[in-house]
C-alpha cells in the first residue's frame, strides 16, 4: 500500500526550494502519489525548528505516512460520503472560519458594552406586537402601524379616523385576518382593530401611568393580564440585543421609540435604574399559602412564621428548622438554601429583603410574597467581577447572543469599503 522515497524527501530540505523545477514523488499510498511540495509544506508547518536533519524528516514520514493510509482506508470504506461526516466536516469549517468572518474591534466593543452595562439594572415594562422576522411585508407593515399607533396614544396622540381606517385597511388585507375574515371568524381582526380603536376610550380611563393601564389592552404578550407588561429588573445579556439597548438608552419615566426585534415590535417604558446588587446566595423557610388564599389562611400562615422567628431568635438552628417546617419541598432538606440568583428573578419583597441584609448569616424577619411567608438567611453576595476575569465568559455569551452578528457586519461593510463595492440595486432588484 505504501512506497516512500527517503532521498527524495532529504532532498526536498537539502536542496533550495526555488532551485527545483520539478514535484516529485515522496511517497505513494494506494497507488496515489504524494508530491514533495505537500510533504514539504505539511512538514514545515508542524516542525518548529529551523534546520532539518535526515531523522527528523524520516519520523515525521512514518507519521505522515500512517495519517495518509488511514485517510485512504476511510475513503475505500466510503466514510468520506457518510451524512454525519459532512456534517462534522461542515461544523469544523465553520468553527474554523468564525474568526476570519467577523470584525475583531467590533467584538471587543460589544464585549466593553456588555460589562459596562451589566453594572446596571433596568427595570422597564413593554407592549409587545408580534410580527416574525419572516411574515410577508404587508403583515409587517400592519405590526408596525400598529404599535406606532399605540406608542402615540400612549403619549396623548390619539389616532384620527383617517388613520384607524387606513389601519383597518392595512389589517384586513394581512395574511391571517384575511383567511380569517373568508372563513367568517372575525375575533382576531376585532381584538387588534380594537386595540387601536379604542386608544382614546383608553386613555381617557385611565389614571397616571397611561402606559401600565394601557399594555394589557394592546399587548399581544400572553403573560401581559397578569404583569401588566412589567418585566422587572434586568440587566446586560438577559433579553435580546435590540430590546437590551432600548432599553439601557431610554431616559428613566420615558417611553421608547418603536424596537424591532425578532419577536415583533416593542414598546418599552423605563420605570428605574439601579446598581447592579450582584448575585445573592441565599437561605429561606416558606409558610406558603394558595394563590386563592382566604383571609384566614394568610393569618394562619403568618403566625406559624412568627412562631419559626421566635425559634430563630431563641437560638435554634435555621436549617433545621427548615427541614423540618418549610413548605419549600425543593430546598428543605438543604437547609433551605436557593439556587443563586441576581435582580428581577424572584418576587421583589424577597429580593429586596434578601439584599437589604448587609452581611452573611444574617437573617431577615418575615416577609410576605404571593407565594406565602418566608424567612430569608444571607450566605453570600458576589459582586461583579472585574473585566479581565469575566471576558472569557462575555465573549462566549456574545458570540451566543444576536449581537454576534455586528462584528460580521461590520466586517463586510468595510470590505465592501476598501473594495469599493457598488451595488446597482436596480438591476439586483430585477432578479429577485
Same mark, same amino acid.
Given at each position: 500500500?505504501?512506497? +516512500?522515497? @527517503?532521498?527524495?524527501?532529504?532532498?526536498?530540505?537539502?536542496?533550495?526550494?526555488?532551485?527545483?523545477?520539478?514535484? &516529485?514523488?515522496?511517497?505513494? +499510498?494506494?497507488?496515489? &502519489?504524494?508530491?514533495?511540495?505537500?510533504?514539504?509544506?505539511?512538514?514545515?508547518?508542524?516542525?518548529?525548528?529551523?534546520?532539518?536533519?535526515?531523522?527528523?524528516?524520516?519520523?515525521?514520514?512514518?507519521?505522515?505516512?500512517?495519517?495518509?493510509?488511514?485517510? /485512504?482506508?476511510?475513503?475505500?470504506?466510503?466514510?468520506?460520503?457518510?451524512?454525519?461526516?459532512?456534517?462534522?466536516?461542515?461544523?469544523?469549517?465553520?468553527?474554523?472560519?468564525?474568526?476570519?468572518?467577523?470584525? !475583531?474591534?467590533?467584538?471587543?466593543?460589544?464585549?466593553?458594552?456588555?460589562?459596562?452595562?451589566?453594572?446596571?439594572?433596568?427595570?422597564?415594562?413593554?407592549?409587545?406586537?408580534?410580527?416574525?422576522?419572516?411574515?410577508?411585508?404587508?403583515?409587517?407593515?400592519?405590526?408596525?402601524?400598529?404599535?406606532?399607533? @399605540?406608542?402615540?396614544? @400612549?403619549?396623548?396622540?390619539?389616532?384620527?379616523?383617517?388613520?384607524?381606517?387606513?389601519?383597518?385597511?392595512?389589517?384586513?388585507?394581512?395574511?391571517?385576518?384575511?383567511?380569517?375574515?373568508?372563513?367568517?371568524?372575525?375575533?382576531?381582526?376585532?381584538?387588534?382593530?380594537?386595540?387601536?380603536?379604542?386608544?382614546?376610550?383608553?386613555?381617557?380611563?385611565?389614571? *397616571?401611568?397611561? /402606559?401600565?393601564?394601557?399594555?394589557?389592552?394592546?399587548?399581544?404578550?400572553? $403573560?401581559? &393580564?397578569?404583569?401588566?407588561?412589567?418585566?422587572?429588573?434586568?440587566?446586560?445579556?438577559?433579553?435580546?440585543?435590540? /430590546?437590551?439597548? *432600548?432599553?439601557?438608552?431610554?431616559?428613566?419615566?420615558?417611553? $421608547?421609540?418603536?424596537?424591532?426585534?425578532?419577536?415583533?415590535?416593542? +414598546?418599552?417604558?423605563?420605570?428605574?435604574?439601579?446598581?447592579?446588587?450582584?448575585?445573592?446566595?441565599?437561605?429561606?423557610?416558606?409558610?406558603?399559602?394558595?394563590?386563592?388564599?382566604?383571609?384566614?389562611?394568610? *393569618?394562619?400562615?403568618?403566625?406559624?412564621?412568627?412562631?419559626?422567628?421566635?425559634?430563630?431568635?431563641?437560638?435554634?438552628?435555621?436549617?433545621?428548622? #427548615?427541614?423540618?417546617? $418549610?413548605?419549600?419541598?425543593?430546598?428543605?432538606?438543604?437547609?433551605?438554601?436557593?439556587?443563586?440568583?441576581?435582580?428581577?428573578?424572584?418576587? !421583589?419583597? /424577597?429580593?429586596?429583603? #434578601?439584599? #437589604?441584609?448587609?452581611?452573611?448569616?444574617?437573617?431577615?424577619?418575615?416577609?410576605?410574597? &404571593?407565594?406565602?411567608?418566608?424567612?430569608? !438567611?444571607?450566605?453570600?453576595?458576589?459582586?461583579?467581577?472585574?473585566?479581565?476575569?469575566?471576558?472569557?465568559?462575555?465573549?462566549?455569551?456574545?458570540?451566543?447572543?444576536?449581537?454576534?452578528?455586528?462584528?460580521?457586519?461590520?466586517?463586510?461593510?468595510?470590505? !465592501?469599503?476598501? $473594495?469599493?463595492?457598488?451595488?446597482?440595486?436596480?438591476?439586483?432588484?430585477?432578479?429577485?
Amino acid at each position: 500500500m505504501k512506497k +516512500i522515497s @527517503i532521498a527524495a524527501l532529504c532532498a526536498a530540505f537539502t536542496m533550495p526550494f526555488m532551485a527545483q523545477t520539478n514535484d &516529485p514523488t515522496v511517497m505513494t +499510498i494506494g497507488g496515489k &502519489p504524494v508530491y514533495k511540495s505537500e510533504f514539504e509544506s505539511v512538514y514545515r508547518k508542524n516542525n518548529t525548528k529551523t534546520t532539518s536533519d535526515e531523522k527528523s524528516v524520516r519520523d515525521y514520514a512514518d507519521l505522515f505516512s500512517l495519517f495518509k493510509m488511514k485517510v /485512504f482506508e476511510a475513503e475505500s470504506m466510503g466514510l468520506d460520503t457518510a451524512q454525519s461526516f459532512k456534517n462534522e466536516l461542515a461544523g469544523y469549517r465553520r468553527q474554523l472560519a468564525a474568526p476570519y468572518l467577523t470584525d !475583531k474591534n467590533t467584538n471587543d466593543n460589544l464585549i466593553t458594552e456588555a460589562y459596562e452595562r451589566m453594572k446596571y439594572e433596568v427595570k422597564a415594562s413593554h407592549i409587545l406586537i408580534r410580527c416574525a422576522e419572516t411574515e410577508f411585508p404587508k403583515d409587517t407593515l400592519e405590526a408596525y402601524t400598529r404599535a406606532t399607533l @399605540i406608542r402615540n396614544g @400612549i403619549l396623548g396622540k390619539l389616532p384620527t379616523a383617517a388613520q384607524i381606517n387606513e389601519y383597518d385597511r392595512l389589517l384586513k388585507n394581512s395574511t391571517q385576518v384575511k383567511s380569517d375574515l373568508a372563513k367568517k371568524d372575525s375575533g382576531l381582526y376585532k381584538a387588534k382593530l380594537n386595540s387601536v380603536k379604542k386608544l382614546a376610550e383608553y386613555y381617557k380611563s385611565t389614571g *397616571a401611568d397611561k /402606559f401600565m393601564e394601557i399594555a394589557p389592552k394592546t399587548s399581544d404578550d400572553p $403573560s401581559v &393580564p397578569d404583569n401588566k407588561g412589567d418585566l422587572g429588573y434586568f440587566t446586560a445579556l438577559d433579553m435580546v440585543y435590540p /430590546f437590551e439597548t *432600548a432599553a439601557y438608552n431610554t431616559k428613566l419615566g420615558e417611553v $421608547s421609540n418603536v424596537v424591532r426585534t425578532k419577536y415583533g415590535y416593542h +414598546i418599552l417604558k423605563v420605570y428605574d435604574k439601579r446598581q447592579n446588587r450582584g448575585e445573592m446566595t441565599a437561605a429561606h423557610i416558606m409558610i406558603k399559602f394558595a394563590k386563592d388564599a382566604t383571609p384566614q389562611d394568610k *393569618a394562619n400562615a403568618k403566625t406559624k412564621i412568627d412562631e419559626i422567628a421566635g425559634k430563630i431568635k431563641a437560638g435554634e438552628k435555621f436549617e433545621e428548622l #427548615a427541614r423540618t417546617f $418549610s413548605d419549600d419541598k425543593q430546598t428543605s432538606d438543604r437547609g433551605g438554601q436557593l439556587t443563586p440568583f441576581k435582580g428581577g428573578r424572584l418576587p !421583589k419583597a /424577597f429580593e429586596d429583603a #434578601a439584599f #437589604a441584609l448587609k452581611e452573611n448569616g444574617a437573617i431577615s424577619e418575615p416577609v410576605e410574597t &404571593p407565594y406565602g411567608w418566608h424567612i430569608i !438567611k444571607r450566605i453570600d453576595v458576589k459582586g461583579l467581577s472585574p473585566l479581565d476575569q469575566m471576558k472569557p465568559e462575555l465573549k462566549a455569551r456574545v458570540q451566543r447572543d444576536s449581537r454576534s452578528q455586528m462584528g460580521r457586519k461590520a466586517l463586510i461593510a468595510r470590505v !465592501k469599503k476598501e $473594495s469599493n463595492f457598488k451595488e446597482i440595486t436596480k438591476n439586483r432588484d430585477e432578479l429577485l
